[in-house]
């Protein structure tokens, strides 16, 4: 593929071939067929006309769908048929052999518009909003877009975004499992305990981490690198660790309880364990967890507790 937005990247389509009058080749996206000849004092006339193509993006989107204050806006201007996926469910559609059309996607109003070119096409009803959780800024999402060309002429794309980029991600999950408890007990034991992590960036305490909490919100480590995680809570970290270092996570709590802890690390991005630990904790508990190194961290980690 070889395309660009400099006269010699240019490729023309096959306009003056649909026109009583006589009329000049107009430029086109093309991206399959080559450029501008001679150092770009040749044209070069399209010769792949109908084609497809496939892009897919992670992002992340900020609180009820906003960053640095404004909508997060998923923009698409062009021709011919775009359908836009937003975690496997379809969202924006602009199918049809038409001109050029323009759609956006918003996530912080949940609103889809479709402002010309395709409305009246084959009388398809068209979304004009969408169910997602905007609440999780953690949360990693999937646009999927699949465009494409059917004609000789009029070929253009263009779509922008404001999406937060994918950065490194760990969250600290814990759930304390009363399946064995008697029933009116339950609660008591799953809130009986504060369970307090402690991290470490290449030996020093990692101070002052933002981190959100699925109880309390926006939250940063302490000046010794703890947070409190206790039953059903998790802490989301993004974009707090540093590529080349490395970091350890201890846990630690004073009980009359005595539990069988089950950890494990996961690399969300292949969605399965990398790694297990079943350790029989005592009473009294301070125990290192794991020790990760950061090329896992350009990933997506989560380390999950069950007991």
Known sequence: MNYGNKATDWVYDAVSNFSKEKVENGVGFFPFDASMKNGGKTKNNANDYGFGMRTDIEFNVGKNGKINGLDQVFNFTGDDD?????????????????????????????????????????????????????????????????????GMIESNLKFGFNFSPVGNQFTTENHVN???????????????????????????????????????????????????????????????????????????????LQYDTTYTVKDMEQKQATLTLRLLIPQSSQRLIFCLATPTLQRLAMLMLRR
């Open 82 to 150: 775009l359908w836009v996926y937003i975690d496997g469910k379809l969202v924006l559609d602009l199918g049809g052999a038409h001109k050029k059309a323009e759609g956006s996607i918003n996530f912080s109003t949940k609103k889809v518009n479709v402002s010309t070119g395709t409305k009246s096409v084959n009388n398809v009803t068209r979304n004009t909003s969408f169910a997602f959780d905007n609440q999780d800024p953690s949360k990693t999402h999937t646009l999927t877009m699949f465009y494409m060309e059917r």
């Open 178 to 256: 009363t399946a064995n408890v008697n029933e009116g007990l339950k609660s008591a034991v799953a809130a009986a305990d504060t369970f307090t992590y402690t991290h470490t960036t290449n030996g020093s305490a990692s101070a002052n981490k933002t981190y959100t909490h699925s109880k309390y919100g926006s939250q940063s480590t302490n000046k010794n690198g703890q947070y409190v995680v206790n039953d059903s809570e998790r802490a989301a970290f993004a974009d707090q660790f540093t590529v080349g270092s490395t970091f350890n996570v201890n846990e630690s709590y004073t009980s009359n």
